[in-house]
């Protein structure tokens, strides 16, 4: 998923290992690819789905029915993970 220029996975199981190296995701609910590059050095952020805002009756599930409990991202270097987003240090 894509907002504000991050991108969210469906909790830290699904986040891209530690690598040096760019990797490229095509983001499910956009048209775009993103490379992430040098994920050694991101800050490795999570939250629950129950702080979503627009969660009543809201059912959100990856495939084969799996409950979504929490989104996480991944912050750039010189910042910090902050409510949902990003924030510079």
């Not at 690819?33 to 800050?43: D, E, G, P, Q, V």
């Not at 627009?54 to 799996?66: E, I």
Request: proline share 3%; with cysteine.
């Amino acid at each position: 998923l894509n907002a504000r220029n991050l991108a969210y996975f469906w909790g830290t199981d699904a986040l891209p290992v530690n690598s040096s190296e760019c990797i490229e995701y095509q983001l499910s609910n956009d048209n775009r690819t993103i490379s992430l590059c040098n994920r050694t050095a991101m800050s490795r952020c999570q939250r629950p789905k129950a702080f979503i805002a627009f969660r009543h009756s809201s059912y959100c599930s990856k495939q084969f029915n799996f409950r979504v409990t929490n989104f996480a991202w991944l912050c750039p270097v010189g910042t910090v993970c902050c409510e949902w987003e990003c924030c510079e240090i």
